[in-house]
């Protein structure tokens, strides 16, 4: 039996959609789950909270929807998958952007780092409409050490106030640097062979 779709949502485009659960998921963040933290710190664990919703899920999406199309070519049109899964990223790496405009206005690295990801996602979207398969794999590369790094990050914040925080922070620390540089300088590879 085939299920009916709310027409406001079937009407609903999906980014906005997915900015709001960013969104929502920033606010319970700073105003829930970091509520004892200090004011210096809460902002960013608020943007681990957001990439973490994002980064393992991406990973697993990503890998989804390439697997789930068989043209594997750079250049291949995108799935409507494959779009749901830039749209999702869009979506984070607005609410992320906005986040460092309005606490970190000076972080030109990150902004611009965010700006240039928006730039090649909302191109490989919505203007080209072809790419996802190269894109996300990128993703997938880029994203595969969100949960650890932002365990790291979260456990760094407080590890000198909590102790159980600074026993995370060792513990990830030199399996972190191992994952993140492999992965990182795997990546390096199908970037080079794109150019």
């Given at each position: 039996?085939?299920?009916?779709?709310?027409?406001?949502?079937?009407?609903l485009p999906p980014l906005p959609i997915l900015f709001s659960f960013f969104f929502t998921v920033y606010l319970i963040a700073y105003f829930l789950v970091f509520r004892s933290w200090s004011p210096k710190i809460r902002p960013e664990a608020s943007s681990c909270l957001i990439s973490l919703a994002?980064?393992?899920?991406?990973?697993f999406f990503s890998s989804f929807a390439i697997l789930s199309d068989p043209s594997t070519g750079f250049a291949a049109p995108n799935t409507r998958l494959q779009n749901s899964v830039l749209d999702f990223s869009?979506?984070?790496?607005?609410?992320d952007l906005l986040?460092?405009?309005?606490?970190?206005?000076?972080?030109v690295l990150?902004?611009?780092?965010?700006?240039?990801t928006l730039f090649v996602f909302l191109t490989c979207r919505y203007v080209a409409s072809r790419g996802a398969f190269a894109v996300l794999t990128l993703l997938i590369l880029a994203e595969v050490t969100s949960l650890c790094q932002n365990v790291w990050t979260l456990a760094n914040a407080r590890r000198r106030d909590v102790e159980f925080a600074a026993k995370v922070y060792d513990f990830l620390s030199p399996p972190f640097y191992v994952l993140y540089s492999i992965v990182r300088g795997f990546g390096l590879i199908p970037r080079w062979k794109v150019t």
């Open positions: 039996m085939e299920t009916q779709q709310s027409p406001i949502l079937s009407s994002h980064g393992t899920p991406a990973v869009v979506a984070y790496f607005l609410m986040h460092y405009l309005l606490f970190f206005p000076g972080d990150f902004i611009g780092h965010h700006l240039a």
